[in-house]
C-alpha cells in the first residue's frame, strides 16, 4: 500500500440541517474507505470564508457563496486514502448540481446538491489546496507531522473509528 493523501472537506450547511442527509453522506465517506484524520462542525466566520474562498473574490457568486456557507454549521473534515483527492472528487461529481444530476445522478452532487451553491460538499482539487484549505480550518494541524508519526498508523489500520466524533484513531 501506497503513502496515504490528505484531503480537506466540507460538508456543507443545508447538508448539516438534514440528518438523513448527513448519515448517507458520512456512510459514504466511510465504505469508501477514507479515514477521518480530524472532523469537527463549526459555523465558519466570515473572515474564514472570504480567506477560503479568496479566489473567487471578484466572480458574481462570491457574496451568494460566503453568505451561505457563514449561514449555519458545516461539518469540516481532514481525510485520508490512497489517492484522496481524487477519490473525493469522484465521489462528489460536478460542482454543478444541475449538471451532477444529469452526467453523475448518483455522487453526493447529484443526489443531494441543490444549486450550484447549496451543492452539498467541498473537496480540495490539489495537494496545494489540501495544504493551504487545512490550514485555514485546522491551523494547529501540523501535516508534515502527522505524516511522519500516524500516517503509518492510518494507512495500517492501526486506529479506531469513534462513531460519537466521527474520526478515527491511533489505537498506540
Known sequence: MNILQLTFAILKPHIVKHPIALEEIRNIILTSNFKIVRS??????????????AEHRDK????????????????????????????????????????????????????????????????????????REIGVFFPDFDIDKWYREQEPLFRNDKVIFCKELFIHQPTT
Open 40 to 53: 469537527k462542525r463549526k459555523t465558519i466566520a466570515m473572515r474564514e470564508a472570504e480567506e477560503f474562498y
Open 60 to 131: 458574481f457568486f462570491f457574496n451568494r457563496l460566503v453568505t451561505f456557507m457563514t449561514s449555519g454549521p458545516s461539518d469540516l473534515l481532514i481525510l485520508a486514502k490512497e489517492n484522496a483527492i481524487v477519490d473525493w472528487r469522484r465521489l462528489m461529481g460536478p460542482t454543478k448540481a444541475y449538471k451532477a444530476l444529469f452526467e453523475a445522478p448518483d455522487s453526493i452532487r447529484g443526489r443531494f446538491g441543490l444549486s450550484d451553491t447549496r451543492n452539498a460538499t467541498h473537496g480540495s482539487d490539489s495537494e496545494e489546496s489540501a495544504r
